[in-house]
C-alpha cells in the first residue's frame, strides 16, 4: 500500500491548501482595488515605487468624502511575468473580487491580464506599460494613463530632427515590449522626415557593461542623437560608457542623447558628469509649479524621508488612486460604473499631468509633456518644445 | 485486487476530487500548472533517476513543446492535436540528437552541454522573431479544451498515463538495464548493453514527456513569452525531483505536487514569501537526503516496529 | 587603415577587462569545482553580497566615519568583501556543503541545497536593500585614462592588476605552502591524501573560504561598474559557468584563459554582431568546445571515467 498511502497523503496536503481565502468584507460600502505589481524579482523595482504611491494616495483619500464609499486595497506579487500574472490576477478575482484592477507594470505582464479581465468584466488601470497592444486590441475594460510607445518617441523624433537639427540618429534599447516599441516609435518618424537611423542597438536586461556598445558607436561617425529606452540602472552605466569613448556632451563628445518618460527623476544625479546635455522628455516633473505636484511632494517627503524626491513611477501610481476616487466621487461604485465615470471623464488634474481617455481607453491628454536638457550642475532646464 | 490497483484507484479519485475541492478558478489554475509540473518532473526523473544522466537543460525541450505546437496552430492553422504530436516528435528528436552526441560525455560535461542547449534553446526562442515574435511574445492563445476543469482533467490523464508507462517501463527488463547503466557503466558494458543507445533512449522519451507537457503550458498562461523558459525553470524541475525522491516513481509526484503549492501558500508571507522558499529547500535536502518519499518510508517503518 | 587598428586595439581592451571581471568571478567556482567536484550555484550572490558590503563600507564607513578620502574608502572596501565573502564561505560549508559530505551525498544535492541558499540570499538583500539601483561610483570608475585614441577607466587597470595579483597569490599558495600542497593532494586523491596525513575537512573548507572570498572581491570590483542591485550576481551567473566549463571543470588556467577569451569574444560580437547575440555566440562557442573537445581548453589531470 505504500503507493496508495503517499498519493492519500498527497491529497490531503493538497486539500489543506485551500488557506483560508481573504474574508471579503461583509461591509457594503467598499470599491475594491486590487493591485499587481512585480514585489519579487528585478521588477520590484517598479513595485517598490509603485507601492509607496498608492499607500500615499490612500491616506490622503481615505479623509475624502467619496460618496460614502471606501476605497480597500489588495496588493499581489505578480513578479513581472505573465505566468505569475495571469495566477495572481485569477486569485484576485477569486478571493477578493475586486472592482478594478491596477497593473501592471511590465508590458508582458499586462497583456497577458488584460483578455482576463475583459472577461470577467473588470476595469484595468495601467500606468506603467508602454506597448501599444494594450489599448490597441479593442479591450473594452482597458484604461491607460501612462503615455504609450508612440505618444512618447514621436515628440523625440519631431524635437530631434526640427528643434535639435538631428539628421543622424543611433537607438539604444532594451530587448523588451516596452523598448521595441518606443525603438520603432522613434525610427519610423525620424526616417520618414528625412533622418539616418546608423544602427538600432539592442540589449537584454542582464546586460551589465556597455563599455563595448560605446566603443562601436564611436566607431560608426558622427552621430547627433542617441534615442535610449532603457531603466535607469542601464541608462547610468551606458551614458558614462558614452561619456567616456567621447559620443555624448558629456564626454566633450557631440552627440545628444535622448530619453523616454521611463527615466525618472534622479538619474542625472546618478550618472553624475555624463549625463550633462541630456535631452529628455517628461510627463511627471518634480520642478512643475503646479499645486498638486507640489503637495504631492512635499506629502510624499513627509511619509517617505525629506532627502527623497518621488519619481514618475511614484507618481503614476499615486495618480491610479487619485483617479478611481474621482470616479467613485461622482458615484461609481462598481466595474461597470467606475468605466463608465472614466469614459467620462475630461481634463482631471493629477501630478502626471491631465486626465481625458480616448474611445481606446488611452489617456489623450499630454499638455504637460514637455522637454527639459541635464545643465552643467546637473538640474533640469525646462525647454519649451511640446 | 492488488496493491497496485487500490493505489491506481486512489489516485484516479484524487484526480476526480481535486478540481472539486480546490473549486475556484485560481486553484483550478494552479492544479493545471501542477499536473504540468508532475509531467516535467517524471520526464527529468526517468533521464536522472533512472539512468543517471544529469540534465540541466529539460526547460528547453518544455519550451520546443510549448512553441513548436503554438506557432502551427497560430500561424500554420493547424489542429491542436496535430501540432502537439509534431510538438512532441520534436522534443524527442531534439532529446535524441543530443543524448547521442552526449554519449560521449559524462557527469558535468553533460549537465553542461545541457544547460548550454537550454540556453541556445531560449537564445533562439528570444531571436528568431520571424516565427517566435521574439520578446513581443504571443498572444491570445486558447486551451485545447474549454474551461480549466477540463483542461485540468485532460493534463491530469495524460500525466496520469504517462505515469503509468513509464512504471511499467521501469519494472519492466529495460528498467534493470537503466538502472545497469546508472549504477556502473563498465560493468553493463560488458553484460553486452549498448550503453550509449540506452542512454540515448532514455533521454530522447524524457525530452518527448517534457515537450508533451510544453504543450499545455500556453493554453493555460493565454501567453507565451521566451522568458517562461529561462534555465531556472531546469532548476525548478530538478528541486522537484530531488525533494520528491530521485530514483523512485512517486517522489517526483510529490516533488512537484508541494514545489507547486508551496510558493503560492505562502503569498500569506508577502516579501518573505522567496526566502522561505529558498530556505525550505535548502532544509529538504539537508535533512531528507532521498527525498520527501524515502522520509516517509523511512518514518512508516519506525512506525510499524 | 589607422581607424580599424585603433579600434580593433580598443575593443580588445575592452574585452580583457572584461575578461578578468568574469575570471574574478568563475575562479571561485572552478576551485570548488576541482577540489570537491561539487557546484556552490550560489556563488554568485557571493559576489552581490561582496558587492553591497563594498558599498557600505566604501561610502559610509570608510568615508564618513573613519574620514578617509575616497580612493582609500574604495581600496579598503575591497578587504571589506574579501571578508564578507570569506564568511559566506565558512557559512555555506558549515551549514551546506560539511553537513551533506559527511553523509556521504553525490555531488546533485550540494547544487540543489546552494539553489535554496541562492534564492535566499537573493530575497534576503532584496528585503534589505531595495530593488532600486545602488549609485556605488568608485572615483576610479570615473576617471578615464587616454592613450592616443584609445581610453580605458582607472578602475579597469584596478581591475586588471587584481585579477593578476588574486591568480598570482593563488597559484604562490597551491606551490609553495603546505595547505596549499595539501589542498592540491586533495583535489588529486581524497582518499590517498587522509593517509598522508591531511585532514581533508580543513582543506575543504579552505578551498570554500578562498573561493567565497574570491566571489566577495569580485563583487567589490563589479559594484562599481554594475548595475547594483540584490540581482547582480545573478545576471553572471550563466555567464560564469559557461566559462568554467570552456576551461575544462576544476582547471585553472583554462577558466582564466576561458574567461578572457569570453570577454573579448563579447566585445567583437557587440562591434560586428549586435549585443543582442552575445549569449548566443558564448554558448555555441560553448557546444563546439563540447563537440570537438570534450575535456575543455586545457585537458584535465584526471581521466574521465568513460
Not at chain 3, 556563488?43 to 563600507?57: E, I, L, S, Y
Amino acid at each position: 500500500m505504500k503507493h496508495a498511502s503517499i498519493s492519500v497523503v498527497a491529497l490531503a496536503f493538497s486539500t489543506v491548501l485551500t488557506a483560508a481565502p481573504f474574508a471579503v468584507q461583509a461591509q457594503d460600502k467598499v470599491v475594491r482595488v486590487g493591485v499587481l505589481m512585480p514585489i519579487s524579482g528585478p521588477g520590484s523595482y517598479f513595485g517598490v515605487m509603485g507601492k509607496e504611491g498608492i499607500d500615499l494616495a490612500l491616506e490622503q483619500v481615505a479623509k475624502a468624502n467619496l460618496n460614502g464609499y471606501r476605497l480597500q486595497v489588495q496588493y499581489e506579487d505578480s513578479a513581472c511575468s505573465p505566468l505569475q500574472a495571469t495566477n495572481t490576477v485569477k486569485r484576485v478575482l477569486d478571493q477578493f473580487k475586486p472592482h478594478i484592477v491596477v497593473g501592471e507594470e511590465c508590458s508582458d505582464a499586462s497583456l497577458a491580464i488584460a483578455p482576463i479581465l475583459e472577461q470577467a468584466k473588470v476595469v484595468q488601470l495601467n500606468a506603467g506599460s508602454v506597448t501599444m497592444k494594450l489599448t490597441e486590441s479593442g479591450y473594452k475594460y482597458v484604461f491607460r494613463i501612462f503615455p504609450n510607445a508612440e505618444q512618447q518617441s514621436l515628440p523625440l523624433a519631431k524635437v530631434a530632427y526640427e528643434k535639435l537639427g538631428a539628421r543622424t540618429a543611433v537607438i539604444l534599447h532594451e530587448k523588451t515590449n516596452a523598448g521595441i516599441d518606443n525603438a520603432e516609435g522613434f525610427e519610423k518618424p525620424f526616417v520618414a522626415m528625412g533622418g539616418k537611423v546608423l544602427a538600432k542597438i539592442d540589449f537584454g536586461r542582464d546586460v551589465n557593461d556597455f563599455t563595448a556598445i560605446a566603443t562601436r558607436i564611436a566607431s560608426l561617425g558622427k552621430v547627433d542623437v542617441l534615442p535610449t529606452f532603457a531603466l535607469e540602472g542601464q541608462q547610468v552605466r551606458l551614458s558614462q560608457a558614452l561619456a567616456q569613448a567621447k559620443v555624448v556632451k558629456g564626454g566633450g563628445g557631440s552627440g545628444v542623447q535622448m530619453g523616454s518618460i521611463w527615466l525618472p527623476w534622479g538619474y542625472d544625479t546618478k550618472a553624475g558628469p555624463a549625463a550633462i546635455g541630456y535631452v529628455r522628455i517628461v510627463q511627471f516633473d518634480p520642478t512643475e509649479n503646479r499645486k498638486i505636484v507640489q503637495d504631492f511632494i512635499k506629502a510624499y517627503r513627509a511619509k517617505y524621508g525629506a532627502d527623497k524626491t518621488p519619481t514618475h513611477i511614484n507618481a503614476h501610481a499615486y495618480d491610479t488612486i487619485l483617479l478611481i476616487a474621482e470616479a467613485v466621487r461622482r458615484g461609481a461604485k462598481d466595474s461597470e460604473s467606475i468605466r463608465e465615470q472614466f469614459s467620462k471623464l475630461k481634463d482631471f488634474e493629477v501630478t502626471t499631468g491631465r486626465i481625458t481617455f480616448d474611445a481606446k481607453g488611452q489617456n489623450s491628454d499630454l499638455s504637460v509633456v514637455h522637454f527639459v536638457e541635464t545643465q552643467k550642475d546637473l538640474s533640469w532646464k525646462g525647454l519649451d518644445w511640446r | 485486487m492488488t496493491r497496485r490497483h487500490a493505489a491506481i484507484a486512489v489516485a484516479i479519485l484524487a484526480i476526480a476530487a481535486a478540481p472539486w475541492i480546490l473549486a475556484t478558478p485560481y486553484w483550478r489554475g494552479i492544479l493545471v500548472l501542477c499536473a504540468m509540473n508532475v509531467l516535467l518532473a517524471l520526464s527529468l526523473n526517468l533521464v536522472m533517476g533512472y539512468t543517471g544522466q544529469l540534465n540541466l537543460g529539460q526547460s528547453a525541450f518544455f519550451a520546443i513543446g510549448a512553441y513548436v505546437s503554438t506557432v502551427l496552430i497560430k500561424s500554420h492553422g493547424w489542429n491542436f492535436w496535430l501540432a502537439g504530436l509534431v510538438a512532441v516528435i520534436a522534443a524527442g528528436v531534439l532529446g535524441l540528437a543530443l543524448a547521442a552526441f552526449a554519449a560521449r560525455l559524462r557527469g558535468h560535461y553533460l549537465a553542461i552541454a545541457s544547460l548550454g542547449f537550454a540556453v541556445i534553446t531560449y537564445q533562439v526562442l528570444l531571436n528568431w522573431e520571424d516565427v517566435t515574435q521574439g520578446v513581443r511574445g504571443i498572444y491570445g492563445i486558447l486551451p485545447p479544451v474549454s474551461g480549466t476543469t477540463a483542461l485540468f482533467y485532460l493534463v491530469a490523464g495524460v500525466a496520469a498515463a504517462v505515469y503509468l508507462l513509464l512504471d511499467n517501463l521501469v519494472r519492466s527488463p529495460v528498467g534493470d538495464t537503466l538502472r545497469a547503466i546508472r549504477e556502473d557503466e563498465v560493468s553493463a558494458a560488458s553484460l553486452g548493453i549498448n550503453r550509449a543507445a540506452w542512454k540515448a533512449f532514455a533521454f530522447g522519451l524524457g525530452a518527448a514527456i517534457a515537450g508533451l507537457a510544453g504543450i499545455f503550458y500556453p493554453g493555460l498562461v493565454g501567453t507565451l513569452v521566451p522568458d517562461a523558459f529561462g534555465i531556472v525553470e531546469s532548476f525548478t524541475m530538478m528541486a522537484m525531483v530531488i525533494v520528491g525522491g530521485m530514483g523512485t516513481m512517486i517522489g517526483p509526484v510529490i516533488g512537484a505536487i508541494v514545489l507547486t503549492f508551496l510558493p503560492e501558500v505562502l503569498r500569506g508571507f508577502g516579501e518573505l514569501r522567496l526566502m522561505i522558499y529558498g530556505l525550505a529547500l535548502t532544509l529538504v535536502v539537508l535533512f531528507m537526503p532521498g527525498g520527501i518519499a524515502q522520509a516517509w518510508t523511512a518514518v512508516r517503518a519506525r512506525a510499524r516496529r | 587603415m589607422p581607424d580599424l587598428l585603433a579600434l580593433v586595439v580598443q575593443q580588445s581592451v575592452n574585452g580583457v577587462y572584461l575578461g578578468c571581471l568574469y575570471v574574478m568571478v568563475a575562479l571561485g567556482l572552478t576551485l570548488i569545482y576541482g577540489v570537491l567536484n561539487q557546484i556552490n550555484f550560489a556563488h554568485a550572490d557571493f559576489v552581490t553580497v561582496g558587492a553591497f558590503a563594498a558599498f557600505f563600507v566604501a561610502t559610509r564607513f570608510a568615508t564618513r566615519m573613519l574620514g578617509l578620502p575616497d580612493t582609500g574608502g574604495y581600496l579598503l572596501s575591497l578587504v571589506a568583501a574579501l571578508g564578507a565573502g570569506a564568511v559566506l564561505g565558512v557559512l555555506v560549508n558549515a551549514a551546506v556543503f560539511a553537513p551533506l559530505r559527511r553523509r556521504g551525498s553525490d555531488e546533485l544535492r550540494p547544487l540543489i541545497a546552494t539553489i535554496g541558499v541562492s534564492v535566499l540570499l537573493e530575497n534576503g538583500q532584496l528585503a534589505l536593500f531595495g530593488p532600486i539601483p545602488y549609485q556605488f561610483d568608485s572615483p576610479l570608475a570615473r576617471e578615464t585614462i587616454r592613450l592616443g585614441p584609445i581610453f580605458f577607466s582607472a578602475q579597469s587597470v584596478l581591475v586588471v592588476a587584481v585579477a593578476v595579483a588574486a591568480i598570482a597569490a593563488l597559484y604562490g599558495f597551491m606551490r609553495f605552502t603546505f595547505l596549499g600542497k595539501a589542498l592540491r593532494a586533495v583535489a588529486q586523491d581524497r582518499e590517498t591524501a587522509g593517509l598522508m596525513g591531511i585532514n581533508p575537512n580543513l582543506v575543504i573548507a579552505l578551498t570554500i573560504v578562498i573561493a567565497s572570498a574570491l566571489a566577495g572581491v569580485a563583487g567589490a570590483l563589479l559594484g562599481p561598474v554594475v548595475v547594483l542591485t540584490p540581482f547582480t550576481g545573478a545576471s553572471l551567473i550563466v555567464k560564469a559557468f559557461a566559462i568554467v566549463i570552456i576551461g575544462g571543470f576544476g582547471n585553472m588556467e583554462g577558466t582564466i584563459i576561458a574567461g578572457l577569451a569570453v570577454g573579448i569574444i563579447e566585445a567583437f560580437t557587440v562591434q560586428y554582431l549586435g549585443s543582442g547575440l552575445i549569449d548566443l555566440v558564448v554558448f555555441a562557442m560553448l557546444l563546439t568546445m563540447l563537440v570537438v573537445r570534450p575535456t575543455g581548453l586545457i585537458a584535465e589531470r584526471k581521466e574521465e571515467n568513460v
